[in-house]
T-cell receptor, first 113, second 111 residues
């Protein structure tokens, strides 16, 4: 059974800092890995999707990488802003179904002005 | 383009009552799924569907039923609500890329 772990569970940084969120998974047969953002009381918003044949994806200040051999993915946020404060979740898809994801517990990020 | 729409947003039930959480998507996605989110447990898959007429169980299906009569709709039925079903429920859909789109959630309290 796929297990997904995110460390740290919470992170507080000053505005402007570059930061890395970590995600590890147990099954290297992962088909794709997605990163999501969740604001309090809201649904999840897809940030980046990395297919198994890819090693990274970029969107604006966000860059996500995938290393299947080591079972790790990282989300890099450049020049963090207070508006980046949210919970970030990663999820692995073993079956290319797009809807049978295994989620990590999330990292709660606070960016202080 | 509304994306994934869930209703109701909030609901309070008494133990033993039944209800249906509605989910609709307008992106013509084949795949739809229901998750529940609980503190300390993360998001867990309840049921999923890979197309109209096809459904299957996820990690925590007990106490829930689903059906998929159309591509657009995927309702989740609670047969006899229990306090353990107090949770936030999310519906999601995805197309051929596998990127998952979520609704805003339905917050259910069972007394």
């Amino acid at each position: 059974k796929q297990e997904v772990t995110q460390i740290p569970a919470a992170l507080s940084v000053p505005e402007g800092e570059n930061l890395v969120l970590n995600c590890s998974f147990t099954d290297s047969a992962i088909y794709n890995l997605q990163w999501f953002r969740q604001d309090p009381g809201k649904g999840l918003t897809s940030l980046l999707l990395i297919q198994s044949s890819q090693r990274e994806q970029t969107s604006g200040r966000l860059n996500a990488s995938l290393d299947k051999s080591s079972g790790r993915s990282t989300l890099y946020i450049a020049a963090s802003q207070p508006g980046d404060s949210a919970t970030y979740l990663c999820a692995g898809d073993l079956y290319r179904a797009g809807n049978m994801l295994t989620f990590g517990g999330g990292t709660r990020l606070m960016v202080k002005p | 383009n509304a994306g994934v729409t869930q209703t109701p947003k909030f609901q309070v039930l008494k133990t033993g009552q039944s209800m249906t959480l509605q989910c609709a998507q307008d992106m013509n996605h084949e795949y739809m799924s229901w998750y529940r989110q609980d503190p300390g447990m993360g998001l867990r898959l309840i049921h999923y569907s890979v197309g109209a007429g096809i459904t299957d169980q996820g990690e925590v299906p007990n106490g829930y039923n689903v059906s998929r009569s159309t591509t657009e709709d995927f309702p989740l039925r609670l047969l006899s609500a229990a306090p353990s079903q107090t949770s936030v429920y999310f519906c999601a859909s995805s197309g051929y890329t596998g990127e998952l789109f979520f609704g805003e959630g339905s917050r259910l309290t069972v007394l």
